[in-house]
């Protein structure tokens, strides 16, 4: 695939300054796609990104909407958007949100008909509220009610690699990245009849090994590709191993971006979202193999004499027809509901 870079003005989003728009019916895909992680939050951002997704063929998304902005949203949007119940990130301060008012949230999520709850357990979530890791007593009543709701369970269950010799150091607290494992095993056993959708490769796209050993063990669960800069960097890496894997496991992965879509758009404006959709598309359905143009800081933050604004590496993997439209489309269908 070509692509006209030096066009358009640089920034932390599109370090090629590629024209996203043009780039867009370059891409060789032309059925609609589903994108199955993404955050919209409010109506006007929501508008925003569904103008940016229309250059890409995104018919519709899963998206992690804050409960009070689902109302609007479900009204201008209908049958493009599914909602996935979220905790009210909101409201930072108020000290239940993460569990007495949270455990109200996904009751007030199902009545609106939400058929999906997320469990965020980033490590990370360790310093945020004592809660947030995935057997919490708190998060064990939180799991039974969206049981009870009849919700697939989606799970944010671990970070890079590389942030576990980094910002996770403290192994007593944060447990190392196997250890994040061990739980969300025994919880999918544990919840063995419902559909688990795990997040960003499961947390895991340094390794497919694991990846598969997942997937063969708990044939409930699902992953997707969401977390462009982490993919792009992570599996650009497998080449063709990555086509392998895709193909050994089709119908178990669905695409994804994990765009968070918020007014302002970071002042990056159109291209935030437009470089995700570019840079995730390039990936899976062109043979592109070039600089990414989305800024890195993982990157330099591992390599310090790398400039701040390093881009990863896309190694664009080329896949078959029936495998794109598996990967972009018919698994999120077939698995999620529309
Ligand atoms: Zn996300």
């Known amino acids: 695939m070509q692509i006209t870079p030096h066009t358009q003005p640089l920034n932390n989003a599109n370090r090629l300054g590629l024209n996203y728009r043009h780039q867009a019916t370059q891409l060789p895909w032309q059925a609609p796609l589903i994108d199955a992680h993404t955050h919209l939050w409010g109506v006007e951002a929501a508008r925003h990104y569904f103008q940016i997704a229309s250059w890409f063929g995104i018919q519709s998304t899963w998206s992690q909407t804050p409960l009070k902005d689902v109302p609007a949203i479900a009204l201008e949007f209908g049958d493009r958007v599914n909602f996935v119940a979220v905790p009210d990130y909101y409201n ?42 995935l057997d919490s007593p708190e998060r064990q009543y939180a799991m039974k009610l969206a049981y009870q709701a009849n919700m697939m369970f989606m799970v944010h269950i671990a970070d890079p690699d590389t942030w576990f010799t980094h910002q996770y150091k403290d192994h007593r607290k944060y447990g190392n990245k196997a250890d994040q494992y061990l739980v969300l095993e025994r919880l999918l056993d544990q919840y063995g009849d419902v559909t688990w959708l795990a997040a960003h490769m499961a947390g895991h796209p340094e390794d497919l090994n694991h990846l598969q050993q997942l997937l063969d063990r708990h044939p409930n669960l699902y992953l997707d590709t969401s977390a462009c800069k982490w993919m792009i960097r992570e599996l650009s890496k497998h080449g063709s191993r990555l086509t392998d894997f895709i193909h050994q496991n089709a119908g178990r992965i669905m695409w994804g971006t994990d765009i968070v879509a918020q007014a302002g758009a970071m002042g990056l404006g159109d291209d935030l979202y437009a470089s995700r959709f570019w840079a995730m598309r390039s990936l899976f359905e062109t043979n592109y193999h070039g600089p990414s143009p989305i800024v890195d800081p993982d990157l330099s933050r591992l390599n310090p ?34």
């Open 305 to 338: 004499s790398l400039p701040r604004k390093s881009t990863a590496t896309v190694h664009g993997i080329n896949l078959d027809p029936a495998t794109l439209q598996g990967l972009y489309h018919d698994t999120a269908l077939t698995v999620l509901g529309n």
């Open 92 to 133: 930072f301060k108020d000290p239940n949100r993460f569990t007495t008012s949270w455990f109200e949230n996904i009751e007030q999520f199902a009545a609106l008909g939400t058929r999906m709850c997320k469990f965020w357990s980033a490590p990370r979530g360790r310093d945020v509220h004592p809660s947030l890791t």
